[in-house]
T-cell receptor, first 118, second 113 residues
Framework: DTGVSQNPRHKITKRGQNVTFRCDPI?????LYWYRQTLGQGPEFLTY????????KSRLLSDRFSAERPKGSFSTLEIQRTEQGDSAMYLC????????????????FGNGTRLTVT | GENVEQHPSTLSVQEGDSAVIKCTYS??????FPWYKQELGKRPQLIID?????GEKKDQRIAVTLNKTAKHFSLHITETQPEDSAVYFC????????????FGTGTLLAVQP
């Protein structure tokens, strides 16, 4: 499977603990995104990387959240001091930056990591 | 701010009937409009997309229309089948440094056999 891969698929943690998720994008994709999805809602943008540079962060991303993409390939999303409100599906997506195209290229999503904070 | 509204939130149709889902976007600079299908517990999967330089695009039983003046776009599924049952999300993005998609709240489509 050459799609976007996320690990773990499920994570149950106690409130106050730290968690880290990993995303491996499609290999030739230089853009990587993290989204959060709660039940009955559409995915909400969290942050975006082009290669190793984090170029945009949502206001939703509190200082307890940090994301990295150290070598421009895989990415990690860490949540410190988890709260029950952090329970959600965390989706990673990747795409290829268009060159001179006026238009953006499609995002390809992974299966997500479902976080449950008890 | 950027916003995408989607209607209806739930839609039930009989097998073989057509289904239409409508979205409205607020950012007039939006120029790319994908539709994703998400089955329970699975990833959102791109089913069709449209760019602002065309008004309609069709792929077999699925079509999308775009009205830039009204800032509306719609998904049309003809000859629905039970396997079309899923949650459908519309999204919009603007040309720029990121490819950030703003998603609608989703439509749960149920196709009754």
């Amino acid at each position: 499977d050459t799609g976007v891969s996320q690990n773990p698929r499920h994570k149950i943690t106690k409130r106050g603990q730290n968690v880290t998720f990993r995303c491996d994008p499609i290999s030739e994709h230089n853009r990587l995104y993290w989204y959060r999805q709660t039940l009955g809602q559409g995915p909400e943008f969290l942050t975006y990387f082009q290669n190793e540079a984090q170029l945009e962060k949502s206001r939703l991303l509190s200082d307890r959240f940090s994301a990295e993409r150290p070598k421009g390939s895989f990415s990690t999303l860490e949540i410190q001091r988890t709260e029950q409100g952090d329970s959600a599906m965390y989706l990673c997506a990747s795409s290829l930056a268009g060159g001179v195209s006026r238009y953006n290229s499609p995002l390809h999503f992974g299966n997500g990591t479902r976080l449950t904070v008890t | 701010g950027e916003n995408v509204e989607q209607h209806p939130s739930t839609l039930s149709v009989q097998e073989g009937d057509s289904a239409v889902i409508k979205c409205t976007y607020s950012d007039s600079a939006s120029n790319y409009f994908p539709w994703y299908k998400q089955e329970l517990g699975k990833r959102p999967q791109l089913i069709i997309d449209i760019r602002s330089n065309v008004g309609e695009k069709k792929d077999q039983r699925i079509a999308v229309t775009l009205n830039k003046t009204a800032k509306h776009f719609s998904l049309h599924i003809t000859e629905t089948q039970p396997e079309d049952s899923a949650v459908y999300f519309c999204a919009a993005s603007r040309r720029g440094a990121t490819n950030k998609l703003i998603f609608g709240t989703g439509t749960l489509l149920a196709v009754q056999p």
